[in-house]
C-alpha cells in the first residue's frame, strides 16, 4: 500500500512574465558561454592536450541531462527559484537554503573578478582610467536595467549574446578555412597535425583527460540559471523546451567547436592561456585591428556576465525570502513587477565585490573562488537529486504520462550527471591547487547550516502558508 502523501505549497509569485522565445534562447547561449572561452581554457588545454576535445564533448553530454531533468520540472512548476526551489521541494529545505545562499558568495567571488576583468580592458583604450571607475558604471548601467522591467533584462542579454555568438561562429569558419584551405597562411592547408604531432592525443594519457574535467566544467557555470527565468517567460511550456533543446548543440558548437579549431590550428603546448588565440586567429586572417576587436568582445562577455549575475542572483535572494529563508524586502517588487529590493541588495553585493578585488589579497580571492566550484556542483547536483524524486513522486501518483516535456532515459541520465559531479569532487581532491576548496566549502556548510538553524527557529507556519500557493504533493519525509 501507498505510503500517505501529505500537500507542500511553492512560492507565489508577483513577477511578469515578459521574457519571449528569443530572450531565453540567447539567455541560455549567453549563460554557456563565458570570459573563460576567449581567454580562460588555457589551463584545461595544457592538463589534457588536444583530447580536450573528448573532455568537452562528455561534459556536454552530462549538462545536456542537467538541463533536460531542470526543464521538465520549470515547465510543471515554473518559479523563479530554480533549481534552489526544486531542492527545497524534493530532497529536503536546508538543502534549497545551501544553493541559495551559494549564490551569495558566488555573486561576490565573480562579481569582484568579472568586474576588475572589465575595468582592465577599458584601460585598453583608457589607460588612465580606474578599475574602480569603469566597475561602478557597468554596475550602475546593469542595475537600471534589470530594476525597469525584465523585458529590458532580455532585450540587454539577447544583443550581448549575439555579439559573442558572431565572434566564435566567425572563428570557427575562418579557422576551418585555415585548416583545410590555407587561409591566411599562403594557401598551406595547415592539416591536422596539430592533434597527434607533439605527443599524440592524450599526451598527459587519460588522467589528463579526466583531471581537466574541473575546469571545463566550471567554463559552463551559469547555464543551470536558464531555469531561472521560468517565474517570467511568455508561454513557459512552449518557450522552455526550445531553449533547454537547443543546449547540447550549443556546447557542441560554441564550446568543442571552438575549442577544436584552437587545438587544430596550434600545437597545444602554445596555447598557454596568457593571450587570446582568437587574436591571433584573426591576426593571421587579415582582420584589420583583431586586437581591438576582440578586445570589444570580451568586454560585451564581461557585460553580459554582469547583467545575467544581477538576473539570476536577484532572483535566487527573491525566492529565497518567498520561502521566508532570507530577508522579508527581499521579496518586495516595484511597479513593473521586478523584485526591487533583491536587485538592490544585488547591486550593493557587486559593489562590496569590487572593493574586495581592490583591498583583498589574492589568496583570499581564491579561497571565495573554490567556494563558487562547490556552488555549482551542489547546484547540478541537486537537479539530478530533485528531478529524481520529482519523477519518482509523480509515478507513484499515476501522473507520470501528464508530464508536457519529459526529460530522456530516466532515471539513467540523472545518474550519469551524478556520476558526472562526483567525478569533479574526485578530481578536485586530487589536485593540489584545488584541495584548499574542499576545506573552504566544509567551512562555508558548516556556516550556513548555523544560519539556516537560525531561520528555521524564526519561520512559523503561517509565514510558509501566506507565502506559497499552487500545492504539489511531496512525501511525508520530505520537507522537515
Known amino acids: 500500500m501507498k505510503s500517505p502523501q501529505r500537500v507542500q505549497a511553492y512560492e507565489k509569485e508577483n513577477l511578469k512574465r515578459d521574457l519571449k522565445s528569443r530572450h531565453l534562447q540567447m539567455i541560455a547561449i549567453g549563460g554557456a558561454i563565458g570570459t573563460g572561452l576567449f581567454y580562460g581554457s588555457g589551463w584545461a588545454i595544457q592538463t589534457a592536450g588536444p583530447a580536450i576535445i573528448i573532455t568537452y564533448i562528455v561534459a556536454s553530454a552530462a549538462i545536456y541531462f542537467v538541463m533536460r531533468a531542470q526543464g521538465e520540472m520549470s515547465v510543471e512548476e515554473p518559479v523563479s527559484g530554480g533549481y534552489i526551489s526544486y531542492s527545497s521541494r524534493y530532497i529536503h529545505p536546508f538543502m534549497g537554503f545551501l544553493n541559495g545562499w551559494n549564490a551569495f558568495i558566488f555573486l561576490l567571488a565573480t562579481s569582484a573578478a568579472e568586474l576588475n576583468a572589465l575595468g582592465k580592458y577599458v584601460q585598453y583604450w583608457v589607460p588612465g582610467m580606474p578599475i574602480w571607475v569603469t566597475a561602478a558604471i557597468a554596475v550602475l548601467i546593469m542595475f537600471v536595467i534589470n530594476v525597469v522591467g525584465v523585458k529590458f533584462y532580455g532585450e540587454a542579454e539577447f544583443w550581448f549574446a ?109 596555447l598557454t592561456g596568457k593571450g587570446s588565440p582568437f587574436v591571433e586567429v584573426f591576426t593571421r586572417i587579415g582582420i584589420p585591428a583583431a586586437a581591438t576587436i576582440m578586445n570589444l568582445v570580451v568586454m560585451t562577455a564581461v557585460l553580459s556576465a554582469v547583467n545575467s549575475s544581477i538576473f539570476t542572483n536577484s532572483r535566487t535572494f527573491y525566492n529565497l525570502s518567498l520561502q521566508g529563508k532570507a530577508p522579508a524586502f527581499l521579496g518586495k517588487v516595484n511597479s513593473k513587477q521586478v523584485p526591487s529590493g533583491a536587485v538592490i541588495a544585488v547591486f550593493v553585493i557587486m559593489l562590496a565585490g569590487v572593493g574586495l578585488n581592490l583591498l583583498m589579497p589574492d589568496q583570499v580571492f581564491e579561497i571565495f573562488s573554490s567556494v563558487t566550484t562547490f556552488g555549482l556542483i551542489c547546484a547540478w547536483g541537486s537537479i539530478a537529486l530533485s528531478h529524481l524524486r520529482f519523477r519518482k513522486l509523480r509515478i507513484q501518483n499515476g501522473q507520470a504520462d501528464a508530464i508536457k516535456y519529459k526529460s530522456p532515459f530516466y532515471p539513467y541520465a540523472d545518474y550519469i550527471a551524478l556520476v558526472f559531479v562526483a567525478v569533479i569532487l574526485v578530481c578536485i581532491a586530487i589536485l593540489p591547487d584545488m584541495q584548499v576548496s574542499l576545506i573552504v566549502s566544509v567551512a562555508w556548510v558548516v556556516v550556513v547550516a548555523v544560519a539556516y538553524r537560525v531561520y528555521r527557529k524564526r519561520q512559523s507556519p503561517e509565514q510558509v502558508e501566506t507565502a506559497t500557493e499552487d500545492s504539489v504533493p511531496v512525501p511525508d519525509h520530505m520537507g522537515s
Open 162 to 270: 549575439i555579439i559573442k555568438v558572431v565572434a566564435i561562429v566567425v572563428l570557427i569558419i575562418f579557422g576551418a578555412a585555415m585548416i583545410f584551405f590555407g587561409l591566411g597562411n599562403g594557401g598551406q592547408p595547415l592539416g591536422l597535425g596539430n592533434l597527434t604531432e607533439h605527443g599524440g592525443f592524450f599526451p598527459n594519457g587519460i588522467s589528463g583527460s579526466i583531471l581537466s574535467i574541473v575546469m571545463v566544467a566550471f567554463a559552463f557555470g551559469g547555464i543551470e540559471n536558464l531555469g531561472l527565468t521560468a517565474g517570467e517567460a511568455k508561454d513557459v511550456e512552449k518557450t522552455m523546451p526550445k531553449a533547454v533543446n537547443a543546449t547540447f548543440w550549443r556546447l557542441m558548437i560554441f564550446y568543442v567547436g571552438a575549442i577544436t579549431i584552437l587545438v587544430t590550428i596550434f600545437p597545444w603546448t602554445s
